[in-house]
């Protein structure tokens, strides 16, 4: 396989919300690289700063959100650096995001294909499109999302709601980006749906030979869809390495808990969760912010933050169990289920 | 996702000047309603406190050398019927706010009721509630009200304050009901019930607190529009005839020609109370609006 | 043996009316299910949106009355009960709602939502007995008392407010706990938890589950049977080993195929569903079999009347023609199908 060129690199990227009561750290120095045409996904549950993080690569933070500090290398562009002219021919042409419930999004009062040609229209100038290219590119559009060309006259209330998924995933690729960042774009969906929204997803990126971040908080979901993933917890990417590696083999303590408590169809097993909860952000405790949950910590993990550091060829972990060991040893025992009974076995940290 | 407050991470709450910073920070309040509430504010403890220390005899026909512009000693100058009109506004303006109030208070409760009444219990109490307030609404309110008002023998500040409040319950009842229909449907009033909850129970428990914010913006929006009614009555002559008022002083300086004679002591002082009056209002209707609708609190 | 909640010949139609004919919604289409008395079941009502499974779940629990049929607990039917009879229905069955944030009154902290039924069912006589069993089921639920109470909801995360639900619910000390897509908003990893928590509700304390869901893999694991339904109707029941292993209705092998599994030897594979989505609701004068204007394994038949309950196996049924060389399940309530008897 040949080396794809790189299309995206984030370098040590930070970024905080201001407070009233101070900053609170949403991402702690995240780094990654996207080939062209590769497929990552970002696991995360709530409050990992997934969403922060995605917004931050496409630079469509609001205030109070500000990104203090890194580097995001878009197809050789500096684009923290560049200027608000540049900033806005560089989004939809190189990277789009399709947001979280995208299909809400959409202008209730406006026909599906205005709503395409708005965005294609706006870059007209810039990236030299005639007019008269604009339903040709409307069309082309709705194709690669796999909806059909009649429904660009329709309004979104007449779609359904995969339908309106792929419309706004046709919104945002229109002008064929590079780079497609989506952020949980099938959360609302019914599963059926789910399955085929994602595989528009797959045939889109294919046809447009683009590289694609998938955000979500479901394991099972951005298994089907990446190749490569990265697992982030309080702001912080703790592992990354390629879908079939890291299902098999996690190599951080947290991924390892995530996984063991997806349930199966295979049989039935004891439903382990994690105990406690994910740390505030706002006083992050020194060491590494999984230490309060992690059944392996011990005690540098609780005064030392870990690097994320390669494990193997492909895997990276940030876990201070490396490199002494090279996979995770095996769990210690849990007085467990039914956790729910033993007020004493559960660590239940307040934020 | 939990929220960083001081009492979320301490689980205390604060007392003392840090409550008081607390508040002051808190995103509830903005600076319309801190601007607002210092005017509203000072205009209260003008009209409470502000009788005692004048003398009511020179608010009297003949009281005093008319037509005198301001001096030391007629800080508002007198009027050509010989009435002190620093007096004349510190007894008119606490007229005005009561006849705002009792046209506020009655408007707001009436709508209160007919309000919660037609949200929470709908059908066809409700489509009586909703056809008769939409009606009353695209009436002209200030033709009925001078009709009501001329055929009132003896107009008294109260009787103001009931004209005024005959039209002005409908936009409460509005307001109300759509808060209530939205309410009704959260799933905490499902709770409720499954808790065992009786219906009454509900509206009082569950859905009445709720409305707090609703309700104190209605006020002040009842309010603000009852002066403005008051002052339009009172401004051509039917208002009542046995106090001052603000409107009515504004009547007799119009009356007795003080524009064309450029006595701007008689006129000015009422309009620019008027205005201090509506704009603290205003302003704490903002800020109020503010708190009831979390959307509009975000500085984006 | 009179079941503890029985719903008989059920139909939910909204809209309609003089001048809506058309507009008329079959939630639900004259369902028959009933929960026994006798010994507590964990049992999952499964489908996607416009299925029908919150709306069987508001009828199971007397927040709707049903267009036609009847609800009965206990025996009595919900629509006809004295006031005594309805107040032990409203205690005995609970819910617990999906969303946990809204399910809380922002005005009161939460304890507001755990000492009301203790107070409107007169279930304590001090204010002693009432924080200890609050406690007590705090505990159960694997919360910290001291760290939940006196809290308002926005200081507790999502898994917290949701935990508190449960406890909420068990403190009514329900006979049937109502669980709408309970844990679908609460994060993965404690996801387990919970689902753990009404699993010992139903083991130690006898409290019959019914777990409304979208979700099959959290059904497969935490209940004993499942309902399918598709636009108001039943499409597969039986046990969830049957029933998810080896799918016999053309919907509930959609469905299963569309799960995405943490696992890449099990991919969705490229080819998309003829129709992913269903592109209408159940109208009425339909006939035929709600599924066929999607079903892979079509027939003529299908389009022309309604299939009834086939039993290919024990202790499940499907309602599809494929099997219509099976026999029919003898009565309406598809809750026989677990019956020991049948076979």
């Not at chain 1, 040949?2 to 995240?30: F, H, N, Q």
């Not at chain 1, 917890?233 to 303590?253: K, M, N, T």
């Not at chain 2, 004048?54 to 508002?76: D, E, K, M, T």
Request: aromatic share 6%; glycine share 8%; net charge positive.
């Amino acid at each position: 396989m040949s080396p794809d060129r790189e299309v995206l690199r984030v370098e040590d990227l930070r970024v905080e919300y201001v407070t009233p009561d101070g900053p609170i750290k949403a991402v702690e120095g995240v780094s990654f690289s996207l080939q062209a045409g590769q497929r990552m996904g970002l696991i995360g549950e709530s409050g990992s700063g997934k969403t922060t993080l995605g917004t931050a690569i496409v630079r469509l933070l609001r205030p109070p959100a500000r990104i203090t500090s890194g580097r995001i290398v878009l197809d050789g562009h500096e684009f923290l650096q560049v200027g608000e002219r540049e900033l806005r021919q560089l989004r939809m042409r190189e990277v789009a995001l399709i947001p979280q419930a995208a299909m809400n999004s959409l202008n209730p009062v406006m026909r599906i294909g205005d709503q395409i040609a708005d965005g294609i229209i706006a870059h007209a100038q810039s990236a030299k499109i005639p007019r008269r290219d604009v339903a040709e590119r409307v069309a082309r559009a709705l194709w690669q999302v796999g909806l059909q060309s009649y429904l660009a006259s329709r309004y979104p209330h007449q779609l359904s709601g995969g339908q309106r998924q792929r419309a706004a995933m046709a919104i945002a690729t229109a002008l064929q980006p590079k780079i497609i960042v989506a952020d949980e774009p099938t959360s609302a969906l019914d599963v059926v749906v789910q399955r085929q929204v994602m595989q528009t997803l797959g045939r889109l990126q294919q046809g447009l030979h683009a590289a694609v971040l998938l955000i979500g908080h479901d394991m099972g979901l951005v298994a089907q869809f990446a190749d490569t993933i990265g697992v982030l917890y309080a702001g912080r990417l703790v592992e990354q390495g390629p879908v079939e590696d890291l299902l098999d083999a996690p190599r951080h303590p947290y991924t390892r808990l995530l996984i063991d408590s997806l349930p199966t169809l295979d049989a039935k097993k004891a439903l382990r969760g994690i105990p406690g909860l994910p740390p505030s952000l706002l006083n992050l405790p020194p060491g590494c912010p999984f230490a309060p949950r992690c059944p392996y910590a011990f005690d540098r993990c609780r005064v030392e933050t870990p690097a994320l550091q390669p494990v193997t060829t492909l895997q990276k972990a940030a876990c201070h169990l490396y490199p002494a060991h090279t996979s995770l040893p095996p769990l210690p025992e849990r007085a467990d289920i039914p956790e729910v009974v033993a007020p004493a076995a559960d660590a239940e940290v307040a934020v | 996702m939990s929220v960083a407050t001081p009492t979320a991470v301490t689980g205390r709450r604060p007392f003392g000047t840090a409550a008081l910073r607390g508040i002051l920070r808190s995103p509830r309040m903005s600076g319309s309603l801190v601007a607002g509430i210092a005017m509203v504010a000072l205009v209260v403890m003008l009209s409470l406190f502000g009788p005692r220390f004048v003398n009511a005899r020179l608010a009297a026909v003949g009281s005093v050398r008319p037509s005198q512009p301001p001096s030391a000693q007629y800080l508002l100058g007198t009027d050509s019927q010989g009435r002190d009109m620093l007096t004349i506004m510190v007894l008119g303006t606490p007229q005005t706010l009561r006849i705002g109030l009792i046209a506020g208070v009655v408007g707001l409760a009436v709508g209160l009721v007919l309000g919660l009444t037609s949200g929470f219990f709908g059908g066809a109490v409700d489509a009586v509630i909703r056809v008769l307030a939409d009606s009353l609404l695209t009436v002209p309110s200030l033709a009925i009200m001078v009709v009501i008002a001329a055929s009132v023998g003896h107009m008294t500040v109260e009787l103001m304050g009931l004209t005024v409040a005959a039209l002005a319950w409908m936009h409460p009842t509005r307001t109300i009901r759509s808060q209530v229909l939205s309410i009704r449907e959260r799933s905490y009033v499902s709770v409720a019930r499954a808790n065992g909850e009786s219906e009454p129970g509900i509206l009082f428990r569950e859905i009445m607190p709720n409305l707090v914010p609703y309700i104190a913006a209605s006020f002040v929006g009842a309010v603000s529009g009852a002066i403005l009614a008051a002052v339009g009555l009172e401004a051509i002559g039917l208002g009542p005839n046995d106090v001052h008022t603000l409107g009515t002083t504004i009547y007799w300086a119009e009356r007795f020609s003080a524009v064309l004679r450029g006595q701007w002591w008689w006129w000015g002082p009422p309009i620019v109370a008027i205005s201090f009056i509506f704009v603290g209002l205003f302003l704490l209707s903002a800020g109020l609006d503010r708190i009831a609708n979390p959307k509009l609190r975000q500085r984006t | 043996m009179t079941p503890l909640l029985e719903v008989r010949k059920a139909s939910k139609i909204y809209g309609g009316g003089l001048f809506k004919r058309h507009d008329k919604t079959i939630a639900i289409d004259n369902l028959s299910y009933s929960i026994p008395d006798e010994k507590p079941s964990i049992t999952a009502i499964a489908g996607e949106s416009g299925s029908g499974k919150t709306t069987l779940a508001l009828l199971m629990m007397g927040f709707l009355t049903p267009s036609t049929g009847q609800v009965f607990y206990r025996g009595r039917d919900v629509a006809t009960m004295l006031s005594a009879e309805r107040r032990q229905f409203r205690r005995e069955v609970q819910p617990i709602f999906q969303d946990p944030y809204e399910a809380f009154n922002p005005f009161y902290r939460v304890d507001h939502v755990l000492e009301t039924p203790l107070k409107r069912f007169g279930l304590t006589h001090s204010k002693d007995e009432a924080r200890r069993q609050i406690e007590e089921a705090l505990e159960r639920v694997g919360l910290r008392p001291n760290e939940t109470l006196g809290r308002f909801p926005h200081q507790l995360s999502g898994g917290q407010q949701q935990r508190i639900g449960v406890a909420r619910a068990l403190l009514c000390q329900p006979r049937i706990i109502v669980a709408d897509e309970p844990v679908s908003m609460v994060d993965a990893s404690l996801r387990a938890t919970i689902l753990a928590s009404l699993q010992v509700l139903n083991r130690d304390l006898g409290i019959s589950i019914i777990y409304i869901t979208h979700d099959l893999t959290t059904a497969y694991q935490i209940c004993e049977n499942i309902v399918v339904l598709y636009l108001g109707n039943v499409a597969e029941v039986g046990t969830v080993d049957r029933v998810i292993r080896t799918p016999r209705h053309p919907y509930t092998q959609l469905l299963v195929s569309s799960i995405p599994v943490a696992d890449r030897r099990r991919r969705w594979g490229e080819d998309s569903p003829v129709e992913a989505e269903a592109t209408s609701t159940l109208v009425g004068g339909s006939v035929g079999c709600p599924f066929a204007p999607r079903c892979p394994s079509v027939m003529d038949i299908c389009r022309e009347s309604p299939p009834p309950l086939f039993v290919p196996d024990a202790h499940r049924a499907a309602a599809c023609f494929l099997y219509r060389d099976a026999p029919v399940l003898p009565t309406a309530d598809v809750a026989s199908i677990w019956e020991k008897e049948a076979a």
